[in-house]
């Protein structure tokens, strides 16, 4: 499965404005920044998420194809805190299980007064093709294929910046299943945007991209990759878009590329470490690294209600 490429036109209107949110790739510093500044305000020095009314007029669907728990919930609660009416769609009781196209979907959703999409699919680029095929809503992407998850990646550079500032003195070392990660290649884009020059890929060779990536340096030796880094990314394994082959058992796995408080004394010793979610304890991290104090996992969560809220809200008109 080939990752799809959104150009900016796509998603930014003849003002330069965000009109949808559907990938990172190319979206211009400032515009990243926009939204982690946005995502910052909303939060207080107590770290307490604020409410506001910007979205007091509007509905919001949530469609989600694919499973979640983090990005439906923290999008439905986004929703509520910007006080705009959010709807879930039951997918799997809607018309959509009696072979109604996606579009007639979409359109009967629309004429239900609906403002924005919020749209997670197994398809490659699908909610491009919905913003390109529907007008006057925005739509945003909760996650495509192996494509692109961009508010994950917004949620975990805030994180980022919250704990180290800048961006570009660090040193980030990504591990696992790279390569049917689109939490990871959102994440890159951002990263590198944002001025990250030392990104390192960690991974078994069947997890690792098959394109050629300029300027990752990539990893098949955990303890080489997270040598002297800021900041330890942790992915799942996908194994809903593996091949049993891609890789050995659980166990072997972790004694590769598991990280324990042993290996974590080879980062800097203020590291942190992250993880989209869902965590797989004893396979992608042992519990005591993800619930000890350099874990920063529920701090991405409610980041993740930020920037949700900044998103919704620039795209809304707001700032
Ligand atoms: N929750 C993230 C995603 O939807 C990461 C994962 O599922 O592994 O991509």
Redesign the pocket.
């Known amino acids: 499965m080939k990752p799809h490429t959104i150009s900016n036109d796509a998603q930014l209107n003849s003002n330069g404005r965000l009109s949808h949110l559907l990938g990172l790739e190319g979206l211009p510093k400032n515009q990243i920044e926009k939204i982690l500044d946005v995502a910052d305000d909303l939060i207080d020095k107590k770290g307490n998420l604020q409410k506001t009314k910007i979205l007091r007029d509007m509905s919001v669907a949530n469609l989600f194809f694919e499973p979640?728990t983090?990005?439906r919930n923290t999008f439905e609660i986004a929703g509520k805190r910007t006080s705009a009416k959010t709807i879930n769609v039951d997918l799997a009781n809607s018309a959509t299980k009696k072979n109604e196209t996606l579009m007639d979907t979409m359109h009967t959703l629309k004429a239900m007064q609906i403002d924005m999409f919020v749209i997670r699919h197994k398809q490659n680029g699908l909610p491009h093709h919905v913003a390109e095929n529907i007008k006057g809503v925005s739509i945003i992407n909760a996650?495509d294929g192996i494509n692109a998850?961009p508010t994950?990646a917004l949620l975990d550079v805030l994180t980022i910046r919250q704990h180290k500032k800048a961006f570009d003195n660090l040193s980030v070392a990504i591990v696992g299943d790279i390569r049917h990660?689109?939490?990871a290649r959102s994440g890159i884009q951002a990263m590198k945007t944002l001025g990250t020059t030392d990104i390192r890929l960690i991974a078994p060779e069947t997890l690792h991209y098959k394109e050629e990536t300029p300027g990752l340096e990539r990893f098949d030796n955990l303890d080489q990759g997270i040598e002297g880094a800021d900041v330890i990314i942790s992915?799942?394994l996908?194994k809903e878009r593996m091949i049993a082959a891609d890789i050995p058992d659980e166990q072997t796995y972790f004694e590769g590329f598991g990280l324990t408080n042993e290996r974590l004394k080879l980062a800097k010793p203020d590291a942190i470490v992250m993880h989209?979610?869902?965590v797989n304890r004893g396979i992608e991290l042992s519990s005591n690294v993800a619930d000890g104090p350099q874990s920063v996992i529920l701090q991405q969560v409610t980041n993740g209600i930020a920037v949700r809220m900044a998103v919704m809200e620039i795209l809304a008109g707001a700032f």
């Open positions: 979640s983090r990005t996650g998850h994950q990660s689109r939490v992915l799942r996908q989209p979610g869902p």
